[in-house]
């Protein structure tokens, strides 16, 4: 299929014919227990502090979770992930950038896109709830779909795969294939392989090395790679420690074809890909 031309998110639309780098999302995780920055923005005060301040360093989507999926991760309860969460949207509804809501969870989607959230980031590829399609059919907002094998609990206990490329392409070709019949707009759609969500580390680096294969399923890719613990085996780094090489996979998945990357460091990821971009054009 065709490289994707655009991405229709809420409020907002990307076109991949006027802007060559990719779309930089920035994460504001409203958790305790987050895997790198559990914790930092838990308060209203610095959950707004920070994305003013990945604003203001060019951040293009931000990312707003409640609920760790860390591996190992429990789940956290309806009720504290929405206060986690909401009062951080009507916060910055209108910060001028759009705003996309990580969670699998049917209600926080309906709340969160109440307000005003411009995508919905769901790790479970909305298989969690059959009232999430209905949802989201009646909105505009763009939908990320991600691959997971099992779940945060149990994903990296021995994962395995045939071919981790070609069963990770498939489970996300079906999963677009099924929205598309219930009604959901395919430039609604972007794609996340999953990186770390049950895989190991030779899954990780093969995804990364062959990207631009799930470019074939003509819809924006998304890369999340940064400060993960396939960096940290190969650095040796602690998680904090892991920008240099969160910002060198984030250039490698350009270079793949991602339109879309995840990043904590937003600020060091769009000085990388305004050089990138500058060479590439």
Same mark, same amino acid.
């Given at each position: ?30 958790? $305790? ?6 914790? &930092? ?26 609920? !760790? ?5 429990? /789940? ?21 950038? $759009?705003?996309?809501? @990580?969670?699998? +969870? !049917?209600?926080?989607?309906? &709340?969160?896109?109440?307000?005003? %959230? ?6 479970? #590829?909305?298989?969690?709830?059959? !009232? %999430? ?5 009646? +909105? ?18 021995? /994962? ?8 990770? +392409? ?19 759609? #972007?794609? @996340? /392989? ?20 799930? !470019? ?7 890369? *999340? ?17 892991? %920008? ?8 490698? #998945?350009?270079?793949? *074809? ?19 971009? #500058?060479?590439?054009?």
């Amino acid at each position: 299929m065709d490289m994707p031309t655009t991405w229709r998110c809420g409020r907002f639309l990307f076109d991949f014919n006027k802007r060559k780098r990719p779309i930089v999302m920035g994460i504001l995780n409203a958790t $305790p227990d987050s895997f790198s920055d559990g914790g &930092q923005f838990r308060t209203l005060k610095d959950a707004v502090a920070q994305a003013e301040h990945m604003i203001a360093n060019g951040v293009d989507l931000i990312d707003i979770g409640g609920e !760790s999926t860390r591996p190992g991760a429990e /789940p956290v309860q309806l009720q504290e992930e929405l206060d986690r969460v909401l009062p951080v949207i009507e916060a910055l509804k209108d910060c001028g950038v $759009p705003l996309s809501i @990580d969670t699998y +969870k !049917s209600e926080t989607m309906r &709340q969160a896109l109440h307000l005003g %959230v411009d995508c919905v980031n769901d790790i479970w #590829a909305l298989r969690q709830d059959g !009232s %999430v399609n209905a949802i989201l059919a009646s +909105k505009d907002c763009g939908i990320v779909l991600m691959h997971m094998q099992r779940d945060p609990l149990t994903m990296q206990f021995n /994962p395995d795969y045939h071919d981790v490329i070609v069963d990770v +392409k498939q489970f996300l070709k079906a999963r677009v294939e099924l929205l598309i019949a219930k009604g959901i707009s395919g430039d609604r759609i #972007a794609i @996340d /392989p999953g990186f770390g969500f049950g895989k190991n580390l030779e899954h990780n680096l093969r995804m990364l090395a062959n990207l631009a294969q799930f !470019s074939s399923l003509g819809l924006p890719v998304l890369a *999340g790679l940064s400060r993960k613990s396939m960096l940290g085996k190969i650095t040796g780094k602690d998680t904090n420690e892991r %920008v240099a090489a969160s910002i060198a996979a984030a250039i490698m #998945a350009a270079d793949r *074809g991602a339109k879309i990357i995840r990043v904590h460091d937003v600020a060091q990821t769009v000085d990388a890909l305004k050089l990138w971009e #500058a060479v590439n054009s």
